[in-house]
Every structure is written in structure tokens, then in C-alpha cells.
């Protein structure tokens, strides 16, 4: 069974960074396309950022294009997704996932307020 696992989040100024991580217990390494997702208070969970295989094509979401970055090492099943300038509209808790989503993980919430 699939087991997602998210860490890195945290409570930031508007202006900082975080760096999250997602582990898969081998699924990371089998699925082409990951995603990260995130859910605000009140509203639906959204797409985020997604990163192929070889993790030379990237897509953002444009609230978060040219300040998210995210990655993805195959050989310790591992994805990242490097957060900069983060503003309070980030504040939800971020899942990463498949690209047709399977069991969530419990998340990790980021929460950005001064």
C-alpha cells in the first residue's frame, strides 16, 4: 500500500523559505510524475507544483511560479519542493502525491504569518 510521507513544514515570516520533503516507501521511484498539492483552510485541495521522472520538466502553478522549486531523488525515494519568498496565502497543509492521486499522507502544514 502506498504510504506518503511529508515533513519540513513550519511556522515563517512572509519573506522566508522552507524546504519540504515527501517519502514514498518506494512508490516515488516508480511513479513518472509526482506532485505536490496543498489544501488551505476552507477551501479544496490544489495542484501545486508537478516534476517528471528524470526531473528536467517542472510545472508550477502560477502563485507559486519563480519562488517554488521542485525536485526529486529517485535512489533515496525522496521529493522535494524547496519553498523561497513564501506569502500568507501559502498557508495550507502540503501533500505530495501520484499525478492521479492514491492514499494522502497526513500532510505538513506550512503556515506563513508575521
Known amino acids: 500500500q502506498v504510504q506518503f510521507v511529508e515533513s519540513g513544514g513550519g511556522l515563517v515570516q512572509p519573506g522566508e523559505s522552507l524546504r519540504l520533503s515527501c517519502t514514498g516507501s518506494?512508490?516515488?521511484?516508480?511513479?513518472?510524475?509526482m506532485v505536490w498539492y496543498r489544501q488551505a483552510p476552507g477551501k479544496q485541495r490544489e495542484k501545486v507544483a508537478s516534476?517528471?521522472?528524470?526531473?528536467?520538466?517542472?510545472y508550477y502553478e502560477p502563485f507559486v511560479r519563480g519562488r517554488f522549486t521542485h525536485s526529486r531523488d529517485n535512489a533515496k525515494d525522496t521529493l522535494y519542493l524547496q519553498m523561497n519568498n513564501l506569502i500568507p496565502n501559502g498557508t495550507a497543509i502540503y501533500y505530495c502525491?501520484?499525478?492521479?492521486?492514491?492514499?494522502w499522507g497526513q500532510g505538513t502544514q506550512v503556515t506563513v504569518s508575521s
Open positions: 502525491n501520484k499525478a492521479s492521486p492514491v492514499n
Open positions: 518506494g512508490s516515488i521511484r516508480s511513479t513518472y510524475f
Open positions: 516534476v517528471n521522472y528524470v526531473g528536467d520538466v517542472t
